[in-house]
């Protein structure tokens, strides 16, 4: 079956500028992920919903950061008057249950540049 | 605060020689470790986990409570293992922390 999809996979915007991530998980996966990686570094954890809420958005890093998932299936990361230093790779995973013992399968992720 | 550390950002070897790639955690809780692999132009995929305790493509990680490592090790390095390998550390919540990864390369 299909595996996770990120759109768009390259998005260019300028500093200042509002951009929007979409993540599809796997079909009945109700756990989902996003991620952030910059250039050198591994994935850095960003936010996870089980379901329809966030169960843990810690690692979100200020509030111009937000996600929403408001079916349980499609997410949506949006992120506000971008900065430059918001460049990064973007992943999103999702699992069939939340728990650590439950595989995450990763999207191919999104590629932001800020301007 | 929980941490992974991955000295090596690339390791080269020959085929046919060992491979080991290092991992090493901080975390006060109990706990669970991963390896995950990005082929080239590939996205980030599951390579083992200790809880399962097995053997995935050849390579093998042990969990090494006393010197907090998760070391990956193959006998017998091949081509087609060249990636980029990340540890990574499961901890409440379900979210993973990442290490920085070392590139493995495998030469003839």
């Known amino acids: 079956g299909a595996g996770v999809s990120q759109t768009p996979s390259n998005k260019v915007t300028e500093k200042g500028k509002y951009v929007e991530l979409r993540c599809d998980p796997i079909?009945?996966?109700?756990?989902l992920y996003w991620y952030r990686q910059s250039l050198g570094q591994g994935p850095e954890f960003l936010i996870y919903?089980?379901?329809?809420?966030?169960?843990?958005d810690s690692g979100l890093p200020n509030d111009r950061f937000f996600a929403v998932r408001p079916e349980g299936s499609v997410s949506t990361l949006k992120i506000q008057r971008t900065e430059r230093g918001d460049s990064a790779v973007y992943l999103c995973?999702?699992?069939?249950?939340?728990?650590?013992?439950?595989?995450?399968?990763f999207g191919p992720g999104t590629r932001l540049t800020v301007l | 605060a929980q941490r992974v550390t991955q000295p090596e950002k690339l390791l080269s070897v020959f085929k046919g020689a060992p491979v080991e790639l290092k991992c090493n955690y901080s975390?006060?809780?109990?706990?669970?470790l991963f390896w995950y692999v990005q082929y080239s132009r590939q996205r980030l995929q599951l390579l083992l986990r200790?809880?399962s305790r097995e053997s995935i493509k050849g390579f093998t990680a042990d969990l090494n409570k006393g010197e907090t490592s998760f070391h990956l090790k193959k006998p017998f390095a091949q081509e087609e293992d060249s990636a980029m390998y990340y540890c990574a550390l499961g901890v409440s919540a379900s979210k993973l922390t990442f290490g920085t990864g070392t590139r493995l390369q495998v030469t003839l």
């Open positions: 975390y006060s809780g109990s706990p669970e």
């Open positions: 200790h809880i």
């Open positions: 919903f089980q379901g329809t809420g966030a169960a843990d």
């Open positions: 995973a999702s699992s069939s249950t939340g728990g650590n013992y439950n595989e995450q399968f």
């Open positions: 079909s009945g996966h109700t756990a």
